[in-house]
């Protein structure tokens, strides 16, 4: 199609993730226009495209919530300082990284107020007041809102100082029930992962070090990055009774006790896009799952100057519109080669070419993003089969994914081993643990690498924990993370 | 129905609106689960079903501007001091009111950041860097976030120092396209209030003195509340060239000419939330317009002991819940009277009562929230007349509002007459201005209304200025206003 100069001026501008991942991460994210860089420190803008991916993850996510009970709300940006203090352990956890607001206009406010990092201490205090009885709960609310970290080092979607989440916050009349939320709450982000974003993931507990302030236990899922490093996708925590005491959330009990609440959290952000980027993309620059993809089809006409070629175009469109997430490039000022590759990076799962001689075989021709497979579509049945092909987009993505994540997952034992493996070729670590916090700072120490769950599904590696050598007492993944 | 009791219990604890509507509001909105307030000064929480509100304004808000070209981006809630100072006249109007992140953890930031009361600094400095040649124009984004103005008197929904909203900035190359863009996201305001939340507005231009901060040119939609004070409901500004000026914001030009760029904002926010309250409500509580309405049907079993009752009840769920946002109200502690009275006050459009007596005819008891009108529905063909009943109510309120405003809007040019109708009869009066901003304070300083707006539809009311007696040079909605 002569376009092989315009592809390696594209393939120039992406640096190869082989030489160098963070660069190859920076120039897909800014050359696709996901996201900028903004003049606020450690902030970013995300642009249209990236912001219909957090769109699409909303549009997956928030029926699966509501389906399962839960309903939005809004709370307060702003909380007073002294609420911070009520729970300690919390306390700790976030103070460091809070940002304080002192001045209203030129006035100073007589309490300092910070924005919430989480928003546990003001929800916390809403449920106080609202939780009289037995018959008022389970709460089950959910808020979409930005939360705000002032971290020292930041990175674009993975780690910045404010962004986009939603954060559930539930409470239960018993343990059982509120362990029961926090591990269906987890099942659904491995759904969002896996089914929409074709990302696969490791469920399981964290560490009592890795726990959130303030929960009793933390679950997460774990993804395996591209190369080989992970990253935190999303967690749910069990509260137990701690919150519930220190912000009196009480509840009379249908025995006519008064009882504390069992409370739950759980959230995933707009890190979950950072994932999706470094989980499917490669040299070409993003690939989207079809699912999720906010454009799934690109129409592009080729030798439009031909009569009938763009009304044919613009008919297709019309054809598919109703069905998919389709865009039909018409820019006169660029070559068809130029919008392949443009289009190629940008990720979109299918592309779609009607040029004259497809019109005169009643056909297009296809090009999956995943694969790069060129292929004809008759014209007749098209959605049907644009339906089959996204849906096995979607699937070879996930396998692919997986494939990956396999390849780069050792077991082992053998401490040296494991200094080697994190040395040379960064993964998955399988391997025991003895649940100490000394042993878990060790590894740390030793490889740079931490422990990143104690998996659902355990696996008999070996007896010994490697860093002490003593008897272990779980299986563990261990991995760079990011 | 042996409700009158708990119906008399529910109607004490809304004051009547005659006897005090300020009440009245602050009753409705605590009572019916809308909102809460915070601890945080002039901030609330927005409850599950006031923020559903929320997110039908959002749905039907959402599509019309993806329609029209739009697309969703996100900036960062916080802004450098520098960026302020920028545009003076926006400084100027906006610095009394912000609130300043002085601290983060526990070091002094190098530079003041304040929480966005507006993006337009922020989004211009990043317009300013994306846009350079007519080929990126124009630019069309939206925000959906929070914005915080700390205002000393604030209520629930219609002015509160954090409140959510939607901002849409946008660049355009030449002034025409700008005003285009202006007027027609102001129809898009015009359709979401009337068509969708039935609420009658008048379209027109806000006076100098009350345009926006650095705008050339304010258009606003007012609706009459049911006191007859008016609320601003959504606002349009095209803003020429200040910003594009002030931020740099220029492209080259087809014809090879740098030129500045020219642009919009517009914006509706939770204030709707108040404004439909304010517009439907009776001394029973919300009246929900059914497109808009998070329940639109509710479901209430009569006599449940009663063999068969509660699984026809959940059969006729299933029913319509694919059609429509249906609940159904099992609770066993509550009579159905009770519930009668709570999903009044809750303002749901449509009640059904399924009892024995319309199990054997099969058929349901139907009640209208507008009309209170009470009538049975065949189970035949059920949804298709629940659509009709339901697009009858909407229309019937949006009737009732514009009767409401109708009944209460005068026109005159005689001063004394227009100075007894805002001590007396407070609602809209339609008159005339000579254009001076000394008769605009001067209504003001005498009555307490402002001029609404410059209608587009004018009348000829007469042919003075009511204030200064010189020669009108056009006719203006002046009201009293929340």
Request: hydrophobic share 35%.
């Amino acid at each position: 199609m002569g376009n092989s100069n315009n592809e390696q001026k594209f393939v120039k501008e992406i640096t190869p993730m082989e030489e160098n991942f963070s660069q190859w991460y920076t120039d897909v994210i800014l050359k696709t226009d996901m996201v900028d860089y903004s003049p606020v420190r450690g902030c970013m803008v995300i642009k249209p495209y990236g912001f219909s991916v957090w769109e699409g993850i909303q549009r997956v996510t928030d029926w699966r919530f509501k389906k399962t009970g839960h309903k939005n709300a809004y709370f307060p940006l702003l909380i007073p300082e002294s609420f911070l203090e009520k729970e300690a352990s919390h306390f700790e956890g976030f103070a460091p990284e809070v940002l304080w607001v002192t001045h209203g206009g030129s006035e100073e406010l007589t309490e300092r107020l910070f924005i919430r990092p989480t928003s546990e201490t003001i929800i916390c205090t809403m449920y106080s007041k609202w939780i009289k009885s037995y018959r008022d709960l389970p709460v089950l609310i959910n808020q979409w809102c930005n939360v705000v970290r002032w971290e020292k080092t930041t990175r674009p979607f993975l780690r910045t100082a404010e962004f986009l989440w939603q954060e559930g916050h539930t409470v239960h009349a018993t343990y059982e029930e509120a362990q029961e939320e926090t591990l269906q709450m987890l099942e659904i982000y491995r759904q969002v992962a896996e089914d929409e974003l074709a990302m696969p993931v490791i469920l399981g507990a964290k560490s009592k070090q890795e726990t959130f302030a303030g929960a009793d236990r933390t679950y997460t899922m774990e993804a395996m990055m591209h190369d080989g490093k992970a990253l935190q996708a999303g967690t749910s925590h069990n509260l137990g009774q701690n919150f519930a005491k220190m912000f009196d959330i009480t509840f009379l009990d249908r025995d006519g006790e008064l009882k504390y609440g069992w409370s739950t959290s759980w959230g995933i952000s707009t890190r979950l896009i950072g994932g999706l980027i470094m989980v499917h993309g490669d040299n070409r620059g993003l690939k989207m799952p079809p699912r999720i993809a906010p454009i799934q089809v690109v129409i592009i006409p080729i030798a439009t100057h031909k009569e009938g070629v763009l009304d044919k175009a613009y008919e297709l469109k019309k054809q598919l519109e109703d069905k998919f997430r389709v865009e039909l490039d018409d820019r006169e000022e660029y070559s068809a080669g130029w919008k392949f590759n443009e289009w190629e990076m940008k990720g979109v799962p299918l592309r779609l070419e009607m040029g004259p001689r497809d019109i005169e075989n009643n056909q297009v021709t296809a090009v999956r993003r995943d694969t790069l497979e060129k292929f004809t579509l008759p014209l007749d049945n098209l959605e049907e089969k644009i339906e089959e092909v996204l849906e096995d987009i979607q699937n070879t993505m996930f396998k692919m994914a997986l494939e990956n994540r396999e390849k780069k997952t050792y077991a082992t034992v053998d401490y040296d081993e494991i200094k080697r493996i994190f040395k040379e070729n960064p993964g998955f670590v399988k391997t025991m643990w003895c649940e100490n916090d000394e042993c878990e700072d060790k590894l740390k120490a030793d490889t740079g690498a931490t422990i990143r769950c104690i998996p659902f599904e355990q696996e008999h590696i070996g007896d010994t924990c490697p860093m002490c050598g003593k008897k272990a007492t779980t299986m563990v993944y261990t991995a760079k993370a990011y």
